[in-house]
């Protein structure tokens, strides 16, 4: 009996180094972070058991280690304490009662309960008020020093208190928190990735790590990383003599503090709210993976103790795991609008923290083959919040040869046009405007809401109409007539009026929202109105894209024989033929505003050995491209790669006699004169969520007429949250922060004031 105890605990021991080092030294996990937990939870038990055969260097005995060799190390003042986990309601009965057979008869324990941040751990220490030093965990007793990189974080004080008149701060103060994205400023980085045409980050919490150990604090600063507080490890202040009041004083301090901590007087009580928590969780503005129980009397927590790196005074409830894994069964391929290629994954169902997943996205075919997944492959799946469950990668230790690998397809699987990969890109396409896949896709991203919002379109009857021959693109849908549609199948009178009347409407919808319909990779309402505040209309748009590709054409040709002639062997003259070769993203935002081109052109095109007259003839193609480019380029937030795409997009044939036929109907595309109807909203910010009488870019035109403002996340500087039907999370952080909550009719009352 005792043997097999004895060998269990060795398997488990030599199971667990095994994954810990996958884990933290080559980043490739062969298990999820629940059957982590699980086999460490075994082990635990088993030497809490039998003390006989706990060793020294049992995997119980260490914790992780974020160390990298890049930073300087800094010793933590006091050591940087773990938790232990508990998994149900259960575990923290027998939590307290261990707790309550260490303190003298008759304790009562009363608790703090607070979100368990799923991010980085920090340590900072302020010396006479001012940020003297930040570290990462490391393994508890030295950390990275990560000073510079925290610094540029902004939600953390460089100096205390932040408000003078609040108090003093201690001389000296260690304090402990969480490094995070917000899901809001991950979704919004990723966006600005694709805008760049750069590829999505997957995980926010490797994504924040990785931003934090930038060696060039600069690119640190660019990302926007949030900090909480929510400990204090050391101070030379005034005792402190609760949880409750630790919190307080952070916060008194200017340290950003979880908002949603709360006191329970005993264990019942804080019981009663875990279901709330996990409801809730997906509304909150970070990633969480449970919840934090804290002892409130500090002093109690104290004469607690630690056993291991674990403090008994606390205990993280973990949620559950929102990982699991499962077999690949399948690789399927869709086309998207712009004609780009998805890979999705195929999954044996699995059952991830309430949801059965069944498919997993896999963003690109470099990411398959990043993440060497095989067809048959067990693969770790994760799911949190409302993202689309992805894959984190596979279980390579599970395979037993059967797998195959995942190709890549070199033709339209629905219109077997060859696929192509534009340069530097990361995903494929199919290039072929009038794919059916592509058109349909188009057509639905067309007719949607927050696009043109034709009411009566959805794909079922998009389908039907392509299948009838009614319509062959976007533009077709304004003149489609009563009769042809009430001989299809399922078209009712009433259902063909209503459809004319909605499409009629959709004529009249805003240039910036013809724009941001029309489906261009990174044009979204944002960028639909940056262009339309610096293009009067589709004309303009149109004249400076055929400009700019006349322009471009010119300059190949000038560039052509300098081309052809260029010696390859050599890579500094290689680059330079490559720029030649992509001016509007590589030449034009450099010299913009160059003062004597002919004089840039000469230093940097020095390795090709030309001619003055051959620099001189680059130079003034070049001069020409930039002055019909000026206008897009000189636009704030578009990024070369955006110009390029829009340019692409209005200089391409099929998309200018679509367009055409478009104009033609009626649709509008003129934008309106920027009238200022009155500034009675001025000063106002205003957020507006759910379904409202009218499109959101109307209501937020009508605000920002009156001299208001709209912004997309609710926060104490928002004067207004506007609800329409089904709002969502929103409303309840507008509730929380006391935000007033008005509908429609009462934003209309106040533009009447
Ligand atoms: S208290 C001595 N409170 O969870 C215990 N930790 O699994 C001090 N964490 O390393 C930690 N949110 O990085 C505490 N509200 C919270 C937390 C929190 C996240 C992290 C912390 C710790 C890990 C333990």
């Given at each position: 009996?005792?043997?097999?105890?004895?060998?269990?605990i060795?398997?488990?021991s030599?199971?667990?180094?095994?994954?810990?080092?996958?884990?933290?030294?080559?980043?490739?996990?062969l298990?999820?972070?629940?059957?982590?937990?699980?086999?460490?939870?075994?082990?635990?038990?088993?030497?809490?058991?039998?003390?006989?055969?706990?060793?020294?260097?049992?995997?119980?005995q260490?914790?992780?280690?974020?160390?990298?060799?890049?930073?300087?190390?800094l010793r933590?003042?006091?050591p940087?304490?773990?938790?232990?986990?508990?998994?149900?309601?259960?575990d923290?009965?027998?939590?307290?009662?261990?707790?309550?057979?260490?303190?003298?008869?008759?304790?009562?324990?009363?608790?703090?309960?607070?979100?368990?941040?799923?991010?980085?751990?920090?340590?900072?220490?302020?010396?006479?008020?001012?940020?003297?030093?930040?570290?990462?965990?490391?393994?508890?007793?030295?950390?990275?020093?990560?000073?510079?990189?925290?610094?540029?974080?902004?939600?953390?004080p460089?100096?205390?208190p932040?408000?003078s008149?609040?108090?003093?701060?201690?001389?000296?103060?260690?304090?402990r928190?969480?490094?995070?994205?917000?899901?809001?400023?991950?979704?919004?980085?990723?966006?600005?990735?694709?805008?760049?045409?750069?590829?999505?980050?997957?995980n926010?919490r490797?994504?924040?790590?990785?931003?934090?150990?930038?060696?060039?604090?600069?690119?640190?600063?660019?990302r926007?990383?949030?900090?909480?507080?929510?400990?204090?490890?050391?101070?030379d202040?005034?005792?402190?003599?609760?949880?409750?009041?630790?919190?307080?004083?952070?916060?008194?301090?200017?340290?950003?503090?979880?908002?949603?901590?709360?006191?329970?007087?005993?264990?019942?009580?804080?019981?009663?709210?875990?279901?709330?928590?996990?409801?809730?969780?997906?509304?909150l503005?970070?990633?969480?993976?449970?919840?934090?129980?804290?002892?409130?009397?500090?002093?109690?927590?104290?004469?607690?103790?630690?056993?291991?790196?674990?403090?008994?005074?606390?205990?993280?409830?973990?949620?559950?795991a929102?990982?699991a894994?499962?077999?690949?069964?399948?690789v399927?391929?869709?086309?998207?609008?712009?004609?780009?290629?998805?890979?999705?994954?195929?999954?044996?169902?699995?059952f991830?923290?309430?949801?059965?997943?069944?498919?997993?996205?896999?963003?690109?075919?470099?990411?398959?083959?990043?993440?060497d997944?095989?067809?048959?492959?067990?693969?770790?799946?994760?799911?949190?919040?409302?993202?689309?469950?992805?894959?984190i990668?596979?279980?390579?230790?599970?395979?037993?040869?059967?797998?195959?690998?995942?190709?890549?397809?070199?033709r339209?699987?629905f219109?077997?046009?060859?696929?192509?990969?534009?340069?530097?890109?990361v995903?494929?396409?199919?290039?072929?405007?009038?794919?059916?896949?592509?058109?349909?896709?188009?057509?639905?991203?067309?007719?949607?809401?927050?696009?043109?919002?034709?009411?009566?379109?959805?794909?079922?009857?998009?389908?039907?109409?392509?299948?009838?021959?009614?319509?062959?693109?976007?533009?077709?849908?304004?003149?489609?007539?009563?009769?042809?549609?009430?001989?299809?199948?399922?078209?009712?009178?009433?259902?063909?009026?209503?459809?004319?009347?909605?499409?009629?409407?959709?004529?009249?919808?805003?240039?910036?929202?013809?724009?941001?319909?029309?489906?261009?990779?990174?044009?979204?309402?944002?960028?639909a109105?940056?262009?339309?505040?610096?293009?009067?209309?589709m004309?303009?748009?149109?004249?400076?894209?055929?400009?700019?590709?006349?322009?471009?054409?010119?300059?190949?040709?000038?560039?052509?024989?300098?081309?052809?002639?260029?010696?390859?062997?050599?890579?500094?003259?290689?680059?330079?033929?490559?720029?030649?070769?992509?001016?509007?993203?590589?030449?034009?935002?450099?010299?913009?505003?160059?003062?004597?081109?002919?004089?840039?052109?000469?230093?940097?095109?020095?390795?090709?050995?030309?001619?003055?007259?051959?620099?001189?003839?680059?130079?003034?193609?070049?001069?020409?491209?930039?002055?019909?480019?000026?206008?897009?380029?000189?636009?704030?937030?578009?990024?070369?790669?955006?110009?390029?795409?829009?340019?692409?997009?209005?200089?391409?044939?099929?998309?200018?006699?679509?367009l055409?036929?478009?104009?033609?109907?009626?649709?509008?595309?003129?934008?309106?004169?920027k009238?200022?109807?009155g500034?009675?909203?001025?000063?106002?910010?205003?957020?507006?969520?759910?379904?409202?009488?009218?499109p959101?870019?109307?209501?937020?035109?009508?605000i920002?007429?009156?001299?208001?403002?709209?912004t997309?996340?609710?926060?104490?500087?928002?004067?207004?949250?506007?609800?329409?039907?089904?709002?969502?999370?929103?409303?309840?952080?507008?509730?929380?922060?006391?935000?007033p909550?008005?509908d429609?009719?009462?934003?209309?009352?106040?533009?009447?004031d």
């Amino acid at each position: 009996m005792d043997r097999d105890i004895a060998t269990r605990i060795a398997e488990l021991s030599q199971q667990l180094h095994l994954h810990i080092y996958q884990y933290h030294v080559r980043s490739e996990p062969l298990i999820t972070d629940a059957e982590y937990d699980r086999l460490i939870q075994e082990l635990l038990a088993l030497e809490a058991e039998h003390p006989q055969y706990l060793r020294d260097d049992s995997p119980t005995q260490r914790v992780g280690s974020d160390l990298s060799g890049d930073f300087s190390k800094l010793r933590h003042p006091a050591p940087i304490l773990s938790l232990a986990n508990a998994f149900d309601e259960a575990d923290l009965l027998a939590w307290e009662e261990r707790n309550l057979r260490l303190l003298p008869a008759g304790t009562q324990l009363s608790y703090i309960l607070q979100p368990k941040l799923d991010g980085l751990s920090i340590v900072i220490t302020y010396e006479n008020g001012s940020l003297a030093r930040a570290a990462t965990r490391g393994n508890g007793e030295t950390g990275d020093d990560v000073t510079a990189n925290v610094k540029t974080i902004r939600s953390l004080p460089l100096r205390i208190p932040v408000d003078s008149s609040s108090g003093d701060a201690p001389d000296w103060l260690v304090v402990r928190g969480e490094i995070l994205f917000h899901k809001s400023d991950f979704l919004a980085l990723n966006e600005e990735q694709e805008a760049q045409g750069l590829p999505a980050y997957i995980n926010a919490r490797n994504t924040a790590s990785g931003s934090l150990k930038q060696k060039d604090s600069r690119e640190t600063a660019k990302r926007k990383l949030t900090a909480y507080i929510y400990a204090i490890v050391d101070s030379d202040g005034a005792q402190i003599a609760s949880e409750w009041e630790t919190v307080k004083t952070l916060r008194r301090l200017g340290f950003n503090v979880i908002s949603d901590a709360a006191r329970y007087e005993n264990l019942d009580a804080a019981r009663k709210v875990l279901p709330d928590w996990e409801a809730r969780r997906d509304t909150l503005p970070f990633e969480i993976d449970g919840l934090v129980l804290k002892v409130d009397d500090l002093a109690l927590a104290r004469e607690l103790g630690v056993v291991g790196k674990d403090p008994r005074g606390a205990i993280a409830y973990k949620f559950p795991a929102e990982e699991a894994t499962t077999t690949l069964l399948d690789v399927t391929i869709g086309v998207g609008r712009t004609g780009k290629l998805t890979p999705t994954a195929q999954l044996e169902p699995v059952f991830i923290s309430g949801v059965t997943v069944s498919s997993a996205s896999l963003h690109n075919y470099d990411q398959v083959k990043a993440l060497d997944i095989r067809l048959g492959d067990r693969i770790i799946v994760k799911r949190s919040g409302d993202v689309i469950p992805y894959v984190i990668g596979p279980v390579a230790a599970a395979r037993d040869g059967s797998e195959r690998p995942i190709t890549p397809p070199d033709r339209c699987p629905f219109c077997e046009s060859q696929l192509l990969q534009p340069k530097g890109a990361v995903d494929w396409f199919c290039g072929n405007a009038s794919c059916p896949e592509r058109v349909g896709r188009a057509l639905e991203f067309f007719v949607s809401r927050g696009a043109m919002d034709i009411e009566g379109m959805g794909p079922q009857t998009i389908n039907a109409l392509i299948e009838a021959g009614l319509i062959d693109d976007i533009a077709d849908i304004f003149t489609l007539k009563a009769e042809p549609l009430l001989a299809l199948e399922g078209f009712a009178e009433k259902k063909v009026d209503n459809l004319l009347r909605s499409i009629t409407m959709a004529k009249e919808r805003s240039f910036a929202q013809v724009l941001t319909s029309l489906g261009i990779d990174g044009v979204g309402s944002t960028v639909a109105t940056l262009l339309t505040d610096n293009f009067a209309s589709m004309q303009e748009l149109l004249e400076a894209a055929e400009a700019i590709r006349a322009a471009e054409a010119e300059f190949a040709r000038v560039v052509e024989p300098i081309v052809a002639a260029a010696d390859s062997d050599n890579p500094e003259s290689d680059r330079q033929i490559a720029r030649l070769q992509q001016p509007t993203t590589d030449l034009v935002p450099q010299y913009l505003d160059a003062a004597d081109l002919n004089q840039r052109m000469t230093r940097r095109l020095k390795p090709l050995q030309l001619s003055a007259d051959e620099i001189a003839g680059i130079s003034q193609s070049l001069a020409s491209l930039i002055a019909v480019s000026r206008r897009l380029h000189t636009i704030e937030g578009l990024g070369p790669v955006l110009v390029e795409n829009i340019v692409d997009f209005f200089s391409d044939a099929h998309n200018r006699s679509v367009l055409a036929k478009m104009l033609a109907t009626g649709v509008n595309m003129r934008a309106e004169e920027k009238a200022q109807a009155g500034d009675v909203l001025a000063g106002k910010t205003f957020v507006l969520t759910g379904t409202m009488s009218q499109p959101r870019g109307a209501l937020k035109t009508l605000i920002e007429a009156n001299g208001g403002k709209v912004t997309g996340n609710v926060s104490k500087r928002s004067n207004y949250v506007v609800a329409g039907e089904s709002p969502g999370s929103k409303v309840e952080k507008a509730a929380k922060l006391g935000v007033p909550i008005i509908d429609e009719d009462a934003l209309r009352m106040l533009l009447n004031d």
